[in-house]
């Protein structure tokens, strides 16, 4: 069996270079201040923010995860491109090694911008991935952008 390979994007009236900011360059500042529900904090554990570093999610207290380690494969700030690997987390590390993401901010049309993003899913020998599984990671990805959206949007100057 290959890799299973997923793709989604999303448009958002926010520029792209804006959203680039929010969600790669600063996210470790910005989504624990707008976001504390669900995450607590996130650290590098190894390095600043530059490829190879390696940056820690730690989420609030009652939720099913605990935490999340991401190492930062590619950074391409002049493209608005990152391309990160999920290398270590408390639960779902049962069934995967690792999971590939490469995340892309395109200019729209409107001013705003179109989220592209690929999760590559490295599944340890024999093990399956239920869809239901998948589609809850991607649904709470999804919901962390458009807090970011909302936070942008009503906040014109930031990372403007």
């Known amino acids: ?26 996210s470790h500042n910005l989504i624990p201040k707008i976001a504390p529900q669900g995450i607590k904090s996130i650290d590098f554990i190894e ?38 690997t999920l290398i270590e ?14 995340v892309k901010f395109e200019a729209s049309s409107n001013g705003g911008c179109i989220c592209k993003m690929s999760s590559e899913y490295h599944t340890k020998a024999g093990a399956e991935l239920k869809q239901e599984e998948i589609k809850q990671g991607k649904d709470k990805a999804m919901g962390l952008y458009k807090v970011v959206e909302e936070y942008l949007s009503a906040n014109p100057d930031v990372y403007a």
């Open 1 to 26: 069996m290959g890799i299973p390979t997923f793709t989604q994007e999303f448009t958002t009236p926010i520029a792209p270079s804006r959203m680039f900011k929010a969600l790669i360059l600063d």
């Open 47 to 84: 390095g600043d923010g530059g490829v190879g570093s390696i940056k820690q999610t730690n989420f609030a207290d009652g939720g099913h995860l605990q935490y999340l380690k991401h190492k930062i494969d590619a950074l391409d700030s002049d493209n608005l491109v990152c391309k990160y």
């Open 89 to 102: 987390g408390d639960v779902i590390f049962d069934k995967i090694e690792s999971v590939v993401y490469e």
